[in-house]
């Protein structure tokens, strides 16, 4: 079965640095590869997605991702951190793309935004 | 337009009562899911209605949980007998198609006493 490690349970950045967190995973075949949001008191969002092709796709927010199959790994990236970014950031894999939604999700990764 | 909603928002039951928590999702979306949130944990797949599709019920943990999608919209998740450990956030989504982007509801926080 599929999993997802995202090995920082905690990461403060400073407004306007640089942000990378952390999803490792561990599956046999290329996965299906996702980032998702959860704002305070709001649901789930799709910040991006990775099934195919070029192996760094371009999400919402400003966001990015690179899928690295030599170190499975599909971490995420921002240039430049806003404080609205302060969030939790789930990593989540599926097996195929038509059972997205039966994606495994790690356990999260809570960002803290410092003025 | 509107996105999915659940209700309630808030639900507090005594161990052993049973529980429904209602999802409606986003119309024309033929696909729907259910998570479980447990603090401090990721998602937890549940159970998954595609069209008219049989469920998959893969997720769900044990035999008191169960779901049933009425006329391929509105969702109820049901469980009987509730336990300690079934205190969770209950999260619902819709997509258009399994393929889709998944917009999810707001959660059910469910305590139980």
């Known amino acids: 079965a599929q999993s997802v490690t995202q090995p920082d349970i905690h990461i403060t950045v400073s407004e306007g640095a640089s942000l990378e967190l952390r999803c490792n995973y561990s599956?046999?075949?290329?996965?299906?590869l996702f980032w998702y949001v959860q704002s305070p008191g709001q649901g789930l969002q799709l910040l991006l997605k990775?099934?195919?092709?070029?192996?760094l796709v371009q999400g919402i927010k400003g966001f990015e991702a690179e899928f690295k199959r030599s170190q499975s790994s599909f971490n995420l990236r921002k240039p430049s951190v806003h404080w609205s970014d302060a969030a939790e950031y789930f990593c989540?894999?599926?097996?195929?793309?038509?059972?997205?939604?039966?994606?495994?999700f790690g356990d999260g990764t809570t960002l803290t935004v410092k003025p | 337009g509107a996105g999915v909603s659940q209700s309630p928002s808030n639900k507090v039951t005594e161990k052993g009562k049973d529980v429904e928590l209602r999802c409606d999702p986003i119309?024309?979306?033929?696909?729907l899911y259910w998570y479980r949130q447990s603090l401090g944990q990721g998602l937890e797949f549940l159970i998954y209605?595609?069209?008219?599709?049989?469920?998959?019920k893969s997720g769900l943990p044990s035999d008191r949980f169960s779901a049933e999608r009425t006329g391929g919209s509105v969702s109820t998740l049901t469980i009987q007998r509730t336990q300690q450990e079934d205190s969770a956030v209950y999260l619902c989504?819709?997509?258009?198609?399994?393929?889709?982007?998944?917009?999810f509801g707001p959660g059910t926080r469910l305590t139980v006493t």
């Open positions: 119309s024309g979306h033929t696909a």
């Open positions: 209605f595609q069209g008219n599709s049989a469920p998959d």
């Open positions: 989504a819709s997509s258009l198609g399994s393929r889709g982007e998944q917009y």
């Open positions: 599956y046999g075949a290329t996965p299906y």
């Open positions: 990775y099934f195919s092709g070029d192996t």
């Open positions: 989540a894999v599926a097996l195929d793309g038509t059972n997205a939604g039966k994606s495994t």
